[in-house]
């Protein structure tokens, strides 16, 4: 007979605070204040820095000023290239997307409202360091003066594309930014970032290098493969978690489970971890920097969660009124970094909204320009990239594909 006081199980489910159609509130967020962290020396141990994993590092105050131990203090003319930088991401971001809305390519992903992540993270690297991005990062080539005109070639898919039709549009590749190449199955490329940095460290090199990963592919075993590798040998490399609250139209809480913060989870593997507002330019730059000189001076990893919000849709396939409220980001506490910067470097020169105007025009101009001569060479209508199928798979093409080859190039594109 059964026993009636025993219940039966129940699974929880994790859920959005909001969904369509709620009024998102963030008011009982717990932020800290800004300047609050304290900053400790690089070679600190990781026992005694524990409470960085669950506070948060911020140095933009509510007055636009810079404030706290984590304060970079960086020059005016520092702080203007990484507005610049930001910008530019956000119109190359537009254009593309407008681009994939009228089928001269096939998809795109933009990161808008993350751009400081990527932007400053890549102004404290130093030539030869490695960076294994997710699909969001496109800010570490562009603050890297990376071609727009190259981007937009993969982007197209054309006959100028660096990776001749053989990724997705938004997976870009170059060795001489140190940018490797973005792989579509999520999560390989955090442990392949440990790989390379303990080969550096193998051949006695200085390079180090940085792993990218979202909130959501925190779930992947490739995660927690690349914790034990980076904690075992002490390999030099940064960890970033991008925290931007939503994996497709899953929330966060379900990668992050019952763990306070995706942060402490480097607590379990002896990894310093850091907590950082990710929408603070000069928080964002600080903390890299830190993290990046640890790494350097061959202290081993540092796990980083970098909170923000993605503002747009996951990508060109996704619709995210299905999933969350349509004005959830404008309720965001952390802002718009790009209007967080601006705002703090008026308050601190004689940077004004003619300036801003000036720089939009500028990069607009340019933009626009890249975008001209890129299309010049072919969009997807164009189908240019599929001659290169064919190409490099074998030493020697066997007779099938010759065949296939030869029909493509006798009856034209889209034939094959």
Not at 43 to 55: I, K, N, Q, S
Not at 211 to 230: N, Q, R
Not at 364 to 388: I, M, P, S
């Amino acid at each position: 007979m059964a026993d009636p006081s025993v219940q039966p199980l129940r699974l929880t489910v994790p859920e959005p605070a909001f969904r369509p159609g709620d009024t998102p509130s963030y008011d009982d967020m717990d932020l800290p204040a800004a300047g609050d962290a304290p900053r400790p020396a690089v070679d600190t141990p990781p026992e005694d820095m524990r409470d960085l994993a669950y506070g948060l590092i911020r140095v933009l105050d509510d007055d636009d000023n810079a404030v706290g131990e984590w304060n970079p203090e960086l020059s005016v003319d520092t702080l203007v290239t990484g507005l610049r930088h930001m910008l530019t991401v956000r119109e190359f971001d537009k254009r593309m997307q407008t681009a994939q809305r009228t089928g001269k390519t096939s998809f795109y992903m933009q990161c808008l409202g993350e751009e400081a992540i990527a932007c400053a993270s890549r102004m404290v690297q130093a030539d030869g360091d490695m960076n294994f991005p997710t699909y969001r990062q496109q800010g570490l080539l562009i603050a890297d003066d990376y071609p727009l005109v190259d981007m937009m070639c993969q982007i197209y898919s054309n006959e100028r594309d660096p990776v001749r039709g053989r990724q997705l549009p938004v997976m870009y590749s170059s060795k001489a930014q140190g940018f490797f190449t973005i792989s579509g199955n999520l999560a390989t490329q955090f442990s392949q970032a440990v790989g390379w940095a303990m080969a550096s460290a193998i051949k006695g090199d200085t390079k180090v290098a940085a792993g990218w990963i979202g909130d959501g592919s925190t779930a992947e075993g490739d995660f927690h493969s690349a914790l034990v590798f980076a904690s075992t040998y002490n390999a030099p490399v940064v960890l970033n978690i991008v925290n931007n609250q939503w994996a497709i139209s899953t929330y966060q809480t379900v990668a992050r489970g019952g763990a306070a913060t995706f942060a402490a989870r480097g607590h379990g593997f002896g990894i310093p971890s850091l907590r950082v507002d990710g929408n603070d330019y000069l928080a964002v730059y600080a903390a890299a920097k830190w993290a990046t000189d640890r790494a350097r001076r061959s202290l081993g990893p540092t796990l980083i969660e970098w909170l923000t919000y993605r503002a747009g849709a996951h990508s060109t396939s996704d619709d995210p009124t299905g999933y969350r409220p349509k004005d959830e980001y404008e309720k965001w506490p952390l802002g718009d970094p790009v209007e967080r910067l601006h705002r703090h470097l008026a308050a601190i020169s004689d940077w004004s909204a003619a300036d801003r105007a000036d720089m939009e025009a500028e990069i607009k101009e340019q933009v626009a320009d890249a975008q001209r001569e890129a299309e010049r060479y072919g969009t997807l209508h164009d189908n240019t990239a599929q001659r290169d199928i064919f190409e490099g798979v074998f030493e020697h093409m066997p007779p099938h594909l010759e065949r296939q080859r030869a029909a493509f190039l006798k009856f034209g594109k889209g034939s094959i």
